[in-house]
């Protein structure tokens, strides 16, 4: 059999499971291959990171974030050279947030920042470029571009963002649970586990604030967030909100 043949003859068994997935998922670490970090101790408790009301407790860029009728508006008219964020004023390592989520404007991704740092440093312009509230630090990311990214660090984490798009909405309410525990993170997207994955370098984890993210876009853009609530310290090893 020549060597065309025996890669036809590869390819028809492979069939729909497609070369390159397999490949990818070949080359991509595993949680089992990652190193185990146990979630820290600390003390459990629940607080609701938005009133429902005002963003007390937030910082971030005024004419960007906003309250209408109960939900967090973030809006952008004129094009944003630099992700930026609205942020807790607490900073939190382990812990579980349940929030819903909802693309109104543009097909540009949105997502929750954790596990890093407040960087206005990452533009030689901080003042220009409005980057005082820029996130370096792990993104979950919603919808359109569903996965994990590691900002001004690692870029994509090699989380597979189809699981997360089979159930997630374009536009529309999306709830959502991110679990970050130890160097593990995990997700659910609408009632139904879409990730689990161990950070292969537990060193990039910190202790930081959590980010809401307005993404760099060159067209006028809305998101929107509600609920909000987050456990400190989880009691419970594992996602509530999965069905």
């Not at 944003?80 to 109104?104: C, M, N, P």
């Given at each position: 059999m020549n060597s065309l043949s025996r890669w036809l003859a590869v390819f028809s068994i492979v069939g729909l499971a497609g070369v390159l997935p397999a490949q990818a998922k070949k080359d991509a670490p595993t949680i089992k291959e990652a190193p185990l970090v146990n979630p820290l101790k600390g003390e459990s408790k629940?607080?609701?990171?938005?009133?429902?009301?005002?963003?007390?407790?937030?910082?971030?860029?005024?004419?960007?974030?906003?309250?209408?009728?109960?939900?967090?508006?973030?809006?952008?008219?004129?094009?944003?050279?630099?992700?930026?964020?609205?942020?807790?004023?607490?900073?939190?390592?382990?812990?579980?947030?349940?929030?819903?989520?909802?693309?109104?404007?543009?097909?540009?991704?949105?997502?929750?920042?954790?596990?890093?740092?407040?960087?206005?440093?990452?533009?030689?312009?901080?003042?220009?470029?409005?980057?005082?509230?820029?996130?370096?630090?792990?993104?979950?990311?919603?919808?359109?571009?569903?996965?994990?990214?590691?900002?001004?660090?690692?870029?994509?984490?090699?989380?597979?963002?189809a699981p997360a798009k089979k159930v997630g909405k374009q536009h529309d309410w999306n709830q959502i649970e991110v679990l970050a525990q130890g160097n593990r993170v995990r997700v659910a997207v609408n009632g139904v586990a879409v990730v689990d994955w161990r950070d292969p370098e537990p060193d990039r984890i910190k202790e930081g604030p959590i980010g809401l993210q307005l993404h760099s876009n060159t067209v006028p853009q809305e998101i929107q967030f509600k609920g909000l609530k987050l456990e400190t310290f989880p009691k419970e090893d594992k996602l509530i909100t999965v069905k």
């Open positions: 629940t607080i609701d990171l938005f009133d429902g009301k005002t963003l007390t407790g937030w910082e971030g860029f005024e004419d960007q974030w906003s309250v209408k009728d109960g939900v967090i508006v973030a809006r952008s008219t004129s094009p944003i050279k630099f992700s930026t964020y609205l942020l807790t004023k607490q900073k939190f390592t382990d812990f579980r947030l349940v929030f819903e989520a909802k693309l109104v404007e543009s097909e540009m991704h949105s997502g929750v920042a954790f596990w890093g740092a407040v960087k206005p440093e990452v533009s030689k312009s901080p003042e220009a470029d409005r980057t005082k509230y820029t996130y370096a630090g792990h993104l979950v990311m919603f919808p359109s571009g569903w996965g994990m990214y590691d900002l001004f660090g690692r870029n994509g984490l090699k989380v597979e963002g």
